[in-house]
């Protein structure tokens, strides 16, 4: 089997998604967008990386919200981008989203509309609901968060966890929050040295989400310092590591000089994963061609990655059963 055709065949585990940044242009085309603001999407996608900011990736979720601002479309998105990552041979999809209001969608409703789109879908993947706290709206987070785990009590199987994103320019952790949540049941995810924040990746750290995402500025040679690693190296914590995002955003310098040679080399805990593959011009099948390419993972490296990412996941233990045998199945019928 040809490596492209390897790593679009199989049986993949998405666990850090944004619905909006996943919006492809085609989805947002039939979500209304004029072709003005389409080509201003696909003209910042295709930019060479280092052309970017991170600040500048964040005005591109501006044309995803434009075109999700009731609750049909809301339902649409939710559903373009499930049948999008499914097309990809994702099993397991964990989508995460802030909840917005609009003026005629309150954020109760949308997130009523994410999830209707979720129960409805009819394909084979399964897809569970992170609620994101966004940290640039700072006055909202607690009553952002109550709503959530309201309606985690109505809908435990498809609500599973939340996590904390947002412009990391803005905002700060607030641990007892994230306490308050995980008191509830919810697991947690939370975006971590995305830029470099010492002081607040050591709370974070501390905090021991079951996640955390990007972790560029952890490692000394990335940026980090050696208490912040040990600190890291000490909670194992899994990464969900974003490779096309972070050089995008110039946080990363180059594929090849990414953070995740460090996880490689110490065999640490990540998952492979797109963050906005609409913003991005990306997608799960091409992240992980990009760790063959720039880190030399073989086929047989990516389906263990794959694999124990499993554990990775918020999926309920007998889903865990399911996603392992789907992939031991396909190893099986692959003769690899
Ligand atoms: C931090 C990010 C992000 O929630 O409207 N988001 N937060 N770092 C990133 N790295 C590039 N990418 C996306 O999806 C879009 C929202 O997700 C968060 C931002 O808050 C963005 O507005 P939803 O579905």
Redesign the pocket.
């Known amino acids: 089997m040809e490596f492209e055709q390897f790593c679009n065949l199989l049986p993949k585990i998405e666990l850090h998604a944004?619905?909006?940044?996943s919006l492809s242009a085609f989805s947002l085309q039939k979500l209304g967008c004029s072709n003005e603001q389409i080509s201003e999407y696909q003209q910042l996608a295709d930019l060479q990386a280092t052309e970017k900011t991170?600040n500048e990736?964040f005005k591109l979720?501006k044309v995803a919200?434009s075109a999700t601002k009731n609750q049909q479309s809301v339902y649409l998105a939710t559903k373009y981008v499930i049948e999008d990552f499914f097309n990809e041979n994702v099993a397991y999809l964990e989508l995460?989203?802030?909840p917005?209001e609009e003026q005629n969608m309150t954020k109760a409703d949308y997130i009523e509309s994410v999830i209707r789109a979720i129960k409805d879908c009819d394909k084979n993947i399964i897809v569970k609901l992170l609620l994101?706290i966004?940290r640039s709206d700072d006055l909202k987070c607690e009553e952002n968060l109550e709503l959530i785990i309201k309606m985690r009590q109505k809908y435990p199987n498809v609500i599973k966890g939340v996590d904390f994103?947002?412009?990391?320019y803005n905002g700060t952790f607030d641990p007892k929050l994230f306490q308050k949540a995980r008191n509830c049941g919810l697991f947690i995810t939370l975006?971590c040295a995305?830029i470099k924040n010492d002081e607040e990746v050591e709370e974070i750290l501390k905090f021991r989400p079951d996640r955390i995402g990007h972790g560029t500025f952890l490692h000394p040679n990335f940026g980090g310092n050696d208490s912040i690693w040990k600190l890291y190296l000490d909670t194992n914590i899994p990464l969900e590591c974003c490779l096309t995002?972070n050089v995008a955003?110039g946080t990363a310098k180059s594929y090849k000089q990414h953070h995740l040679q460090e996880w490689i080399k110490n065999s640490l805990p990540f998952t492979l994963c797109t963050?906005?593959k609409g913003v991005f011009g990306t997608n799960l099948s091409k992240e992980l061609g990009l760790a063959y390419q720039y880190f030399s993972l073989t086929p047989t490296n990516l389906w263990e990655m794959t694999q124990k990412t499993v554990s990775y996941t918020f999926a309920s233990d007998e889903e865990k059963k399911v996603l392992t045998k789907i992939l031991q199945d396909w190893k099986v019928k692959n003769h690899f």
Do not use: K, Q, V
């Open positions: 944004h619905l909006n940044g991170l990736c979720f919200h995460r989203t802030t917005r994101s966004d994103s947002g412009n990391p975006h995305e995002s955003c963050d906005d």
